[in-house]
């Protein structure tokens, strides 16, 4: 009996202990999953992290929570969540540049710095395009070197913000083609879209997304993918022209740094398969953000290799405060 | 057309369709009415629910809720002093004094009806003009937009009534808090003490919050009496309002053409419209020197151009692909999951969806109207709620405005540190609502200056010649000089009628600061701040000094004027008289902030409902001084906090799952 009461209170105990234990490696998820998500609901970093978590979710078996934490180009959002316990539950989504820039630029007042990640994966890469209006003279980037006009500063290229990703695409073409333009920064690529239809400004660079938003009104002079871009298969791209202009945009999976490599792994793994799903491809293509896979090796090296090229820019142009 | 909106009329008529519109239509004026969450914040939160619709559906649904909630922000507006989204604040101008004199009813009548109004033109101008209005909207340029901002601003002139100089502090207070943190246009860190938390700058919905919400409940502490406001429910009221407001076809016309237009403008949305919208309104009023005494003019033109700020809003995002304003940006994401791209060839390419959904605005219009009139009977009587529970009630709806949505502590801060500022300055004379417009305008403003500056300087050398260039720019910059000459001219005319009899605010009361003393300081923390920020502007850009200096420069200016006029014997008489502050609660008031501190650190520890039941169940209890019986006042304080934190539960976490930290219990 006193045996039988004391298994009891040590089963007890026991499970207990197990409730307690926090979050084992072993058993991981054994518990909802926090994704922090630096960017308003409903905007481009928004809904792809959602159509990932609708393909991981499951795959994992637990929820996968979406927690909006906007402000400051999402630099908000990442300061938060190197500050958080490297245990898997809470995830965030990046998007390179837009994390790296801020941390070469402004170290000072960026609450991060880029070894604070452990970047997982990347599931969608989208490239930049450069444009201009229909009924302006340049049909092709060549024209648009050619003209005089563009070595002056006389034309204005709209960019998103001061330090955006498209800013160091016009930089990375300035430099290849020997263009000069006038940067003029907008808040927001659809202000940038708006500046060009109402020519406030002669050439916009941004996502490629707004290739096929301007059809009609925009002609798209070249794409700064390494190879051509399946949605815009008529484009060619900056490398093809003669101009070495790569530039990516990438949607990235990360956490804190000092992950578990246990995590990591399973992270990659589940990344893999979702890229694999034929639903997730279709719907990442529905919203212009082309999938992609890079496991946590590859994706890291993408990451520091984009990081390298931008900081070469940074130093070059003096943009670090 | 007429074919394509025929059977887009069918397709709404079916009662899948009528029933989106009733539930996006409940929601949105509930999340309107609620503090701190917006239009745009319902349609975040409701776009997860469109996603198994069908697009039109889901894109009806999304609209009932924008339409809705720029409604239902004049409902709190008008009720409790608090904008619910900040597009109402221009509304609390004259409701605010309208439910003081128990007309509260009245007022709501006024702001739905108009509110009607606008929302069917702008949802007309959508269905008919969307072509030209788009074409219309790429005219608008940097230099427009900017003389478009400056109108609007160029109501402190008339917001500001007699205290002609505190009500431009208020204005370039305002802008200053939105000149911290990263400059978008030149990449400046401004003021910002290297601290992460401020790059992305003073969060505005926490701002507003904080100087209506926080600073009038505070305001509230030390009043008297058991409701917040007086009702006098009149038989007839409803038609009394529609007689008045047929008197107004003008202006109506004229609030809604405005709301329209502003609303096509990316960037500047319903907070905007109502602003421009209630100077025109004062400009051509027959009646101007009624406007903020409870004018119902006052009311109905912010009121109208915020409804038809939606249907422009969606006219670029249809057209071109550009969203108005930050809902219709949502419902750019929401048309992208459907993979619908927005832009010309939609008109063609998906006809069907998009009259669908053009067609299904108006249907939105008339639900709003429909739910507007029911609810009102019931929701004036808020202003009935006993005082003790009004008070922690409104704070923890502002507490979910602001950290439900953005689960930042900071910005809890936020709402506190302006909520207390905010309240002083009031006492003081500096109208709250001039900070709001400068927090509301600054932004934009210096945005498209410094936008118009960069253009202008390659095209044509420099900015100003840029403007001249511009003629719709030109006649925008006269509106706005218009704008600032009618309300000089009116305080002028009222200072003259007011000169005979002596003005002092306040009582009496020995022992408490003098609004002279309270002047001297104000003036020396002016000149204070304006040191360190023409200190700080040394280390910008060009660019990014320009709206610095012109801050500081203000602040050097009014400052002084300030200590003059209060240093000198002659004009110091009358505030050394006056005691602003006399009669305030200082230790309820102390208590009750304190509260709010300790309830936003609590939610790390315990859980968000958690800590509110603490808060609401201690401030009630502490306010219910009347209750004689102990165990009467306790339970009376506990029953309230129950059934309040099981609503509020309900309402966040069940129905509209926003998702808060995990606490104790739930």
């Known amino acids: 009996m006193v045996i039988r009461n004391y298994s009891i209170a040590a089963a007890f105990m026991g499970a207990l202990a197990l409730a307690w234990t926090p979050a084992n490696a072993a058993d991981y998820p054994n518990k909802s999953i926090n994704i922090i998500v630096p960017f308003n609901p409903g905007g481009g970093a928004d809904t792809s992290q959602r159509t990932f978590n609708k393909f991981a979710g499951p795959i994992v078996g637990q929820s996968l929570v979406v927690i909006n934490k906007p402000g400051a180009g999402g630099t908000r959002g990442w300061a938060e969540l190197v500050r958080k316990k490297a245990d898997g539950y809470t995830m965030a989504i990046v998007t390179p540049p837009f994390n790296v820039i801020p941390a070469l630029a402004r170290p000072k007042q960026t609450g991060y710095t880029l070894d604070q990640f452990t970047n997982i994966c990347i599931y969608a890469v989208v490239p930049d395009v450069l444009l201009v209006r229909s009924d302006s003279p340049w049909k092709t980037l060549g024209d648009l070197v050619k003209d005089p006009k563009s070595k002056t500063g006389k034309l204005k290229v709209a960019n998103t913000g001061k330090l955006g990703a498209d800013l160091m695409t016009t930089l990375l073409i300035e430099d290849a083609t020997g263009i000069k333009m006038t940067k003029v920064p907008f808040t927001g690529g659809s202000k940038s879209f708006k500046a060009i239809l109402s020519g406030t400004v002669e050439v916009m660079v941004g996502s490629a997304k707004f290739a096929a938003k301007g059809k009609g009104r925009l002609r798209t002079l070249g794409v700064s993918s390494a190879k051509r871009s399946p949605s815009l298969k008529d484009v060619p791209t900056f490398k093809e022209q003669g101009y070495n202009v790569v530039s990516e945009r990438f949607r990235a999976f990360a956490g804190p740094k000092g992950l578990p490599k246990n995590i990591v792994d399973y992270w990659g793994n589940v990344c893999k398969k979702v890229t694999e799903n034929a639903g997730f491809r279709v719907a990442m293509k529905k919203i212009k953000q082309p999938p992609a896979f890079r496991g946590p090796a590859e994706a890291q090296a993408s990451i520091e290799g984009m990081a390298k090229r931008m900081k070469a820019l940074v130093d070059k142009y003096g943009l670090k405060k | ?666």
Request: proline share 4%.
């Open chain 2, 1 to 666: 057309m007429w074919d394509a909106i025929l059977t887009a009329v069918q397709t709404n008529l079916h009662y899948s369709h009528l029933l989106v519109v009733l539930i996006g239509t409940l929601a949105g004026t509930f999340i309107g009415a609620l503090p701190g969450l917006s239009a745009v914040s319902g349609v975040a939160l409701l776009l997860p629910f469109t996603f198994t619709m069908e697009p039109a559906q889901g894109l009806i649904m999304l609209a009932a809720v924008y339409m809705s909630a720029e409604y239902g922000g004049s409902i709190s507006a008008i009720l409790i002093n608090t904008p619910g989204t900040s597009g109402a604040a221009c509304t609390m101008l004259d409701g605010t004094p309208l439910t003081r004199q128990g007309k509260a009813q009245e007022a709501l009548y006024i702001s739905l009806l108009s509110g009607t109004v606008g929302g069917f033109i702008g949802a007309f101008a959508l269905l008919f003009f969307t072509q030209s209005l788009a074409e219309i909207s790429l005219l608008l340029g940097p230099a427009e937009i900017f003389w478009i901002a400056a109108s609007g601003l160029a109501l402190v002139a008339t917001l500001s009534g007699r205290h002609t100089v505190k009500g431009l502090i208020g204005v370039v207070i305002g802008i200053a808090i939105t000149l911290v943190g990263q400059d978008a246009i030149s990449g400046d860190m401004r003021y910002m003490f290297d601290d992460y938390r401020l790059v992305g700058g003073i969060p505005l919905i926490p701002s507003l919050l904080g100087l209506f919400a926080v600073a009038s409940i505070l305001g509230l502490l030390e009043k008297s009496g058991e409701a917040v406001a007086p009702l006098t429910l009149r038989k007839g009221a409803l038609r009394s309002v529609v007689c008045e407001l047929s008197k107004m076809k003008v202006l109506l016309l004229w609030s809604s053409v405005l709301g329209t237009v502003v609303g096509i403008i990316p960037g500047a949305g319903a907070s905007i419209s109502a602003f421009v919208a209630y100077g025109e309104a004062k400009r051509i009023s027959k009646k101007p020197e009624e406007f903020g005494k409870g004018s119902y003019e006052g009311i109905a033109a912010p009121e109208a151009a915020n409804n038809a700020v939606v249907g422009g809003a969606l006219v670029p995002l249809l057209a071109l692909g550009i969203p108005g304003s930050g809902s219709a940006a949502i419902m750019f994401g929401a048309l992208t999951i459907h993979g619908i791209l927005p832009g010309p060839r939609l008109f063609t390419e998906r006809a069907d969806i998009i009259y669908a959904f053009m067609v299904g605005l108006l249907f939105t219009v008339i639900a709003m109207f429909i739910i507007g009139l029911v609810t009102i009977r019931w929701s004036s009587l808020i202003v009935r709620t006993p005082r003790k529970d009004m008070v922690p009630a409104v704070l923890v709806l502002s507490m979910i405005g602001t950290y439900g949505l953005s689960n930042n502590l900071f910005d809890v801060y936020v709402l506190l540190i302006v909520g207390v500022i905010a309240y002083i300055l009031n006492k003081i004379d500096v109208p709250v609502v001039t900070i709001a417009l400068g927090l509301v305008l600054g932004a934009l403003m210096e945005e498209s200056f410094q936008q118009a500056a960069i253009v202008g300087n390659v095209d044509f050398g420099s900015t100003w010649i840029y403007f001249a260039n511009r003629p719709i720019a030109l006649v925008l910059m006269f509106v706005a000089f218009a704008i600032v000459v009618v309300g000089v001219l009116q305080i002028l005319r009222e200072r003259r009628a007011a000169a005979d009899e002596k003005i002092v605010q306040g009582t009496m009361a020995e022992g408490t600061v003098s609004l002279r003393a309270a002047n001297i300081i104000l003036g020396t923390v002016l000149l204070a701040l304006a040191v360190y920020i023409l200190y700080g502007a040394q280390d910008f850009t060009p660019e990014g000094a320009q709206f610095p200096n012109l801050v500081g420069g203000s602040f050097v200016v009014f400052g002084s004027i300030l200590l003059r006029v209060n240093l000198h014997p002659r004009t110091a008489v009358v505030p050394a008289q006056a005691r602003p502050f006399a009669g305030v609660p200082w230790r309820v008031w102390a208590v009750v902030v304190a509260a709010l501190g300790l309830f936003a650190i609590a939610i790390d520890f315990v859980g968000f409902y958690e800590s509110a039941f603490i808060f609401l169940l201690l401030t009630s209890w502490l306010l219910s001084v009347d209750e004689k019986s102990p165990k009467r006042r306790l339970i009376g304080a506990a029953v309230f906090a129950a059934v309040f934190v099981t609503i509020v539960y309900g309402a966040f976490k069940l129905i509209l799952k926003i998702p808060t930290p995990i606490g104790l219990i739930i």
